[in-house]
C-alpha cells in the first residue's frame, strides 16, 4: 500500500471515519460506557425515540427498556455479556419518551479502547415498528379468521348432526312404517284367500241348491217347501258371491294403493340412506375446514412467535 492509502492492484482503502459518518447519517446509532450510561446518539436515534440529542446524554440505558425486561435475568445476562466483548443482534423492544412501544432491529458491538479492554458499547438501530405492527396486526387477522373458520366448521357439524339424527328417525320410522306395510300386506293376502274360498262356498251353495230344486221338481207336491227353501238358498248364495265379488275388488284396490305406498316408502328410505351417506360426506368436509383452522391458528401462533 502507498501513501496516499490504495494497493499497487488500485483497490480504494475506505477511510474508517468515512464509514462511520456514512453509517451514522443513515443509521440510528447511539453509545453506552460499560455501566450502560448514554454518551452520545445521533438524530435519527433520538428521533426515534422522540428526544432531543443533548437530553439523552447521561441516561441509562434500562430507561429505553420495558419495565419487566430492565429487571429481567436477560437483561443483566445481556450486559454481562456486552463487558465480556460479546456482541449481541436480535430484534429488540424499546420505550420512547412518549411511552410509545418501538420494535427495533439492533446491533449491540462492544468496542476496545487504547489499552485493549472494552469502555463502549455502539448500538446501530433500525425502526421496525411499522412492519412489526403490520405483522402483528396480520397474525391477528389470520387467528380471527382461523377461529371463524373452526367456529362455522364448529356449527356446521353440530347441525348437521342435528339433521343426521332428524333423517335417523325418518329412516326409523320409515323402515317401521315398511314393516307394517308388510304385515299389512300379509294381512291383505290372507283376506283375499278367505274372500276366494267364501265365493268357492257360495258357488257350491248355488250348485247344492240347484241340485236341491231339481229334486223337489221330481218330488212334485212333497217336494215344494223343500223348492222354496232351495230358492232362497240359491238367493243366499248370489248374494254372498256379488258381495265377495265386491270385497275382492276393494281388497285389489287395497292391494294396488300399498303397492304405490310400498313403492313410494322403498324410493324414501332408498332417499334417506342417500341422504345420510351425502350428510357423512358433509360433516366430513367440515371436519377438513375445522382442521384446516386448527392448522392456520397454529401457523398464526408460530408467526407470532417468530
Request: hydrophobic share 40%; net charge negative.
Amino acid at each position: 500500500m502507498d501513501e496516499r492509502g490504495q494497493y499497487e492492484d488500485n483497490t480504494q482503502v475506505l477511510d474508517a471515519g468515512a464509514v462511520l459518518g456514512a453509517m451514522e447519517r443513515s443509521l440510528a446509532m447511539i453509545e453506552f460506557d460499560m455501566e450502560g450510561v448514554t454518551l452520545w446518539a445521533n438524530r435519527k436515534f433520538a428521533d426515534a425515540l422522540g428526544y432531543n440529542q443533548a437530553e439523552m446524554r447521561g441516561l441509562p440505558h434500562r430507561r429505553f427498556c420495558t419495565p419487566s425486561f430492565a429487571a429481567s435475568d436477560a437483561y443483566r445476562e445481556l450486559w454481562t455479556n456486552l463487558r465480556s466483548g460479546k456482541a449481541f443482534q436480535e430484534k429488540i423492544q424499546r420505550v420512547a419518551k412518549d411511552g410509545r412501544l418501538l420494535w427495533l432491529e439492533a446491533t449491540y458491538m462492544p468496542v476496545r479502547g487504547a489499552d485493549g479492554t472494552y469502555d463502549a458499547v455502539i448500538k446501530i438501530a433500525t425502526d421496525i415498528t411499522s412492519r412489526e405492527q403490520a405483522a402483528i396486526q396480520h397474525t391477528e387477522e389470520l387467528k380471527r379468521t382461523a377461529q371463524e373458520l373452526s367456529n362455522r366448521a364448529g356449527e356446521g357439524i353440530s347441525r348437521s348432526g342435528e339433521i343426521e339424527a332428524a333423517i335417523e328417525k325418518l329412516r326409523a320410522d320409515s323402515l317401521e312404517n315398511f314393516d307394517r306395510l308388510q304385515r299389512l300386506e300379509r294381512q291383505t293376502a290372507a283376506i283375499r284367500g278367505i274372500v276366494r274360498v267364501i265365493r268357492e262356498v257360495a258357488s257350491q251353495t248355488q250348485l247344492l241348491s240347484l241340485n236341491a230344486a231339481i229334486e223337489a221338481a221330481h218330488a212334485g207336491e212333497f217336494g215344494r217347501g223343500f223348492e222354496i227353501v232351495a230358492s232362497e238358498v240359491r238367493k243366499l248364495a248370489g248374494e254372498v258371491q256379488e258381495a265377495a265379488k265386491k270385497a275382492n275388488a276393494e281388497v285389489e284396490e287395497v292391494v294396488s294403493r300399498m303397492a304405490e305406498i310400498g313403492s313410494g316408502t322403498k324410493r324414501s328410505q332408498s332417499s334417506v340412506e342417500e341422504s345420510q351417506r351425502r350428510l357423512q360426506d358433509a360433516i366430513v368436509a367440515f371436519r377438513k375446514i375445522e382442521d384446516a383452522a386448527y392448522r392456520l391458528e397454529e401457523q398464526a401462533k408460530t408467526l407470532d412467535r417468530a
